[in-house]
């Protein structure tokens, strides 16, 4: 349960909102502007009808306020007055009503974007621990649920709220202009209304809280479920998922009915006090029309504007239970963006165009914030251009040991060096750029063949992309696809092959021209025939650069210069006779 605020931790929140609003400053004055308009308006709607009561039916002058505003040809009849007044303001109030919707749905929505915008880059630098542990559907609902609250709280809360208080202050002082008496009485309740909303924003925020920790916890299970839909539904288990998304979504109906509840007692307890206060004003004032002391056309003006004073009045309340729920959702999306990205990058960090590929790994420990190590005192050199072999069971640490070369995480003790340089004093930027990266679940995007292949490269020339395609054996099938390399891939390219996906990202190798080859069992779901085909791209591939191969098929590592094995985290033994090696261990299979 989230801790009950203070007022400072209110205010550095409302603050913090309006500095990722800043690029909005002038369209959010633009509505506050119209907001104020808004009093103008209202003050003149009920108008017409004190024209039409005191003036029309009982004969009296028209007001002097009216009087003196109006061209001398329309005094001649105060019921055309009244009748044209009425259009008036009614084309006012829907031509205010445009604009101010206009604005504020543009203003909202693109606030909105920027927002999230903001949310998934910092999201994709976040460590990977992160998203493992917490799951990626977390970050998720915080990017597409939390990140809305933006908009609804500064155009739907703050600024109607401030709207709401002017308009409140310009029907006491009208009221007042009428009969000061309803006015103080009318102003009674204002302080009443302040200590209830106060005594209920606790209550509020934590239930609102604990409603948005559901909700992200319901919707979780429907990404973890459709993400891996394939094996759900291999083991016959939909129903299962089904049962298990009820269970949550029962917690959050529980949670919300809490929290309506108390946004109900607040909304009920306001309106009997607003009530209370019409009862005392109708009641003086009828007495003082009773004593000659008002008109009923002034009685009538003061009850329409009484029902306007109040109306801001009950609009505040309602925005303050709102403004709960979305303060919930923006601390949320505001605690994703106040974590740290992992691997951070130096201020002073150096530049790098292009590595000659020497790496050097110096006593590198490494554990995921368990405390169980993962990789333990790691120490090789490998020269620039040479071709290395990694080799290991299942949770040897290969693959961890990539994600350190590659910066994806950060030793916990020693250091990796790329040319003599400390990974951790380099742009990562320009880190990243020195590797090339084919693995064994190969990821495509739901956009075109050539985008895909271009990934590394957006900036490549249509030329380029064939050229990558042709050297990695890809070029044939792909044109051979119903829009050559137009044809969309679909999600994850799942609609290809095993080993068409491979050669396209063999294709996205070559195209990136890396210095850095890394080889993650890049053979391992196709079959002898597919496999021959990709290791001819991947021969033409390796050439010229330091490449790392992780495969668990003998034959594929004859060709290099060094091998290391790994057991548990720990390097077991580093041979450069790699083809005594593998013909030792292929005699002894």
Request: proline letters at 4%.
């Amino acid at each position: 349960m989230a801790a009950t605020p203070t007022s400072a931790g209110l205010f550095a929140l409302y603050a913090r909102v309006f500095r990722e609003a800043k690029r909005f400053r002038p369209h959010l004055t633009g509505l506050l502007l119209l907001g104020m308009l808004g009093t103008p308006i209202g003050l003149l709607m009920p108008l017409p009808v004190t024209i039409a009561v005191d003036s029309v039916i009982g004969g009296k002058p028209l007001p002097g306020a009216v009087a003196g505003a109006v061209p001398d040809w329309l005094l001649v009849s105060p019921l055309a007055l009244a009748v044209g007044l009425v259009v008036v303001v009614a084309l006012l109030t829907q031509v205010h009503g445009l604009a101010d919707r206009m604005l504020r749905d543009w203003t909202g929505q693109r606030m909105v974007a920027d927002f999230r915008a903001k949310l998934f880059l910092h999201a994709q630098r976040l460590a990977l621990v992160r998203h493992d542990s917490k799951g990626i559907s977390d970050a998720l609902n915080r990017i597409e649920d939390d990140a809305s609250a933006i908009q609804w709280q500064i155009s739907h809360v703050l600024l109607p709220f401030v709207t709401s208080a002017a308009y409140f202050a310009g029907m006491v002082w009208v009221t007042a202009l009428i009969n000061a008496r309803l006015a103080i009485v009318a102003l009674a309740v204002s302080p009443l209304f302040a200590l209830l909303t106060a005594l209920s924003h606790h209550r509020l925020r934590s239930r609102w809280d604990a409603v948005c920790e559901k909700d992200s916890a319901a919707k979780s299970v429907l990404h973890e479920t459709l993400s891996a839909l394939r094996v759900v539904r291999a083991f016959g288990q939909e129903e299962r998922e089904v049962k298990r998304f009820a269970e949550r979504t029962d917690d959050l109906i529980r949670s919300f009915m809490r929290a309506a509840l108390a946004e109900s007692g607040l909304g009920f307890l306001v309106s009997v006090l607003l009530a209370s206060g019409t009862a005392v004003v109708l009641y003086i004032g009828v007495t003082d029309v009773q004593a000659g002391a008002l008109t009923v056309g002034e009685l009538l003006l003061a009850l329409s504007y009484l029902a306007q004073l109040y109306q801001p009045l009950q609009n505040m309340g309602h925005q303050v239970a709102a403004q709960q729920k979305l303060m919930a959702n923006l601390r949320r999306a505001f605690a994703l963006l106040d974590e740290k990205a992992d691997p951070a990058e130096r201020p002073d960090a150096k530049p790098m165009l292009r590595a000659r590929g020497d790496i050097v790994f110096s006593d590198v420990s490494f554990d995921h914030g368990t405390g169980r190590a993962i990789v333990q005192g790691m120490t090789f050199a490998i020269p620039a251009g040479s071709r290395v072999g990694i080799v290991g069971k299942s949770g040897a640490g290969k693959s961890s040991m990539i994600g350190l070369l590659t910066r994806l995480y950060d030793p916990k003790a020693g250091a990796v060096y790329l040319d003599d340089e400390d990974l951790r004093d380099l742009r990562l930027a320009d880190l990243r750029r020195q590797f090339a990266i084919v693995g064994q679940d190969t990821i495509l995007f739901s956009t075109t063949v050539a985008a895909n292949i271009a990934y590394g490269r957006p900036d490549a020339t249509m030329q380029e992309i064939v050229a990558a395609a042709k050297a990695a054996d890809a070029h044939d099938f792909i044109m051979r696809l119903p829009e050559g390399y137009d044809t969309p891939v679909g999600e994850r390219g799942m609609r290809f092959s095993g080993g068409e996906r491979q050669r396209i990202a063999l294709a996205r190798a070559f195209l990136c021209d890396a210095p850095i080859l890394i080889l993650d069992e890049p053979t391992s779901a196709v079959d002898l025939r597919t496999e021959q085909a990709i290791m001819n791209g991947v021969e033409r591939l390796m050439e010229g650069r330091t490449t790392f191969m992780i495969t668990h098929r003998l034959a594929t590592l004859r060709d290099c210069d060094m091998l290391i094995e790994m057991e548990a985290g720990r390097i077991t033994g580093i041979t450069t006779d790699v083809r005594h090696w593998v013909s030792g261990m292929t005699l002894a299979a």
